[in-house]
Nanobody
Framework: QVKLVESGGGSVQAGGSLRLSCATP????????MGWFRQTPGKERDFVAV????????YYSDSVKGRFTISRDSAKTTMYLQMNSLKPEDTGRYYC?????????????????WGQGTQVTVSI
């Protein structure tokens, strides 16, 4: 199975910035809504942002709106998450995944393609 590859995480102080990347090789995900999700120990993956493949519309969780920006390159082989004004509560492991909307909530789907994620740690 094609695996997604996340990178760009790290440790930063509050107020700092990071840019995450997600490699989506081949054509598997070109016509897929793709999202970023955050997971902390003992919790489910929470929705962060999604990029709609055909309209390029983007949607964000309330907690990151105005601070994070999701984007994809024109070939739709790489997706990014620009994270600004980081807060300690942004700490977690970030994953990219195909996304599906159900009852107003975005979920990560197609588990067989999930990668290892990239860790983001924001300190005070």
């Amino acid at each position: 199975q094609v695996k997604l590859v996340e990178s760009g995480g790290g440790s930063v102080q509050a107020g700092g910035s990071l840019r995450l990347s997600c490699a989506t090789p081949g054509s598997t995900f070109r016509a897929a809504d793709m999202g970023w999700f955050r997971q902390t120990p003992g919790k489910e993956r929470d929705f962060v942002a999604v990029h709609i493949w055909d309209s390029a519309r983007t949607y964000y969780s309330d907690s990151v709106k105005g601070r994070f920006t999701i984007s994809r390159d024109s070939a739709k082989t790489t997706m990014y998450l620009q994270m600004n004004s980081l807060k300690p509560e942004d700490t977690g492991r970030y994953y990219c995944a195909p996304a599906s909307l159900s009852d107003g909530v975005w979920y990560a789907t197609f588990k067989e393609h999930w990668g290892q994620g990239t860790q983001v740690t924001v300190s005070i």
